[in-house]
């Protein structure tokens, strides 16, 4: 099979890296390889006969994907990053969101707005509601609807949620659900992401094609997630269905 791949790991680092027939969690201090143990585990799997566009695994930068993909090419001795579904949380399912965006009511050249773009939007919007903006302002306005779409609380949802219409009205913000409404009827009328929509969306996508689901399922064999201790609700859910069925997660 070739030079061993787990060769100058530590004994719990290769028990780490070798055990591949059902879910698991590595936990370990700054500094200690936790990133590094998925790295070589990664190596393991395609040394091992799994095809690498069958393995799925997610970052939380971009450059860590990209010297992850370095090493596993260095490791095994030949090239075979560029068939990794390997990068961030919002690359990837960004990936699979213009592949399915029919689906969702987009066309697949979405175009994914920047930091910018949002919150000059949602500043349109409070203009033209005629909002004191001492209560509006774009931006604590744009993180709170980032926070709901982070926890995946749609518009539409928010707007059947008693608790926080109350707790808007006692923080003197009660039209945000109205700035939430338009503001997501306006992406789609324009055929815009925002970040936040990458995430929300595959969660809708997977909640309500069950067809699409399975296919991601069956098209993935192995789950692995880089610092998964910094995910979200949004990304936590999408790596559970994801991985429900064969089971084959592993994280760091």
């Known amino acids: 099979m070739g030079k061993d791949i787990t060769e100058g790991l530590n004994k719990a680092q290769k028990d780490a890296v070798l055990y591949i027939d059902g879910p698991s969690l590595v936990v370990a201090g700054a500094g200690s390889g936790k990133t590094r143990v998925l790295t070589y585990k990664i190596a393991h799997l395609i040394s091992s006969g799994v095809s690498a566009n069958r393995i799925i695994a997610l970052t939380f930068t971009n450059?860590?994907?990209?010297?992850?993909?370095?090493?596993?090419?260095?490791?095994?001795?030949?090239?075979?990053?560029?068939?990794?579904?390997?990068?961030?949380?919002?690359?990837?399912?960004?990936?699979?969101?213009?592949?399915?965006?029919?689906?969702?009511?987009?066309?697949?050249?979405?175009?994914?707005?920047?930091?910018?773009?949002?919150?000059?939007?949602?500043?349109?919007?409070?203009?033209?509601m005629n909002l004191n903006d001492d209560f509006y302002k774009a931006k604590n306005i744009f993180n709170r609807i980032s926070a709901c779409k982070n926890n995946l609380m749609t518009a539409e949802a928010y707007a059947q949620n008693n608790n926080l219409l109350i707790e808007d009205e006692k923080d003197n913000r009660p039209e945000f659900v109205t700035i939430y409404k338009k503001y997501t009827q306006r992406c789609r009328q324009s055929n815009v992401m925002d970040f936040d929509d990458l995430l929300i969306y595959t969660n809708i996508l997977f909640k309500l094609n069950p067809a699409v689901l399975q296919k991601y399922r069956e098209r993935f064999d192995y789950v692995l997630v880089d610092e998964y201790q910094d995910t979200n609700f949004a990304q936590y859910l999408i790596v559970k269905i994801l991985s429900d069925e064969h089971r084959k997660l592993f994280v760091v």
């Open 63 to 128: 450059k860590a994907a990209a010297e992850m993909k370095e090493r596993i090419d260095n490791l095994l001795g030949y090239k075979v990053s560029n068939s990794l579904w390997m990068g961030t949380f919002h690359s990837i399912f960004g990936r699979i969101l213009r592949m399915e965006a029919q689906s969702l009511g987009f066309t697949s050249g979405f175009t994914i707005y920047d930091t910018s773009d949002y919150v000059n939007l949602v500043k349109a919007i409070i203009k033209e």
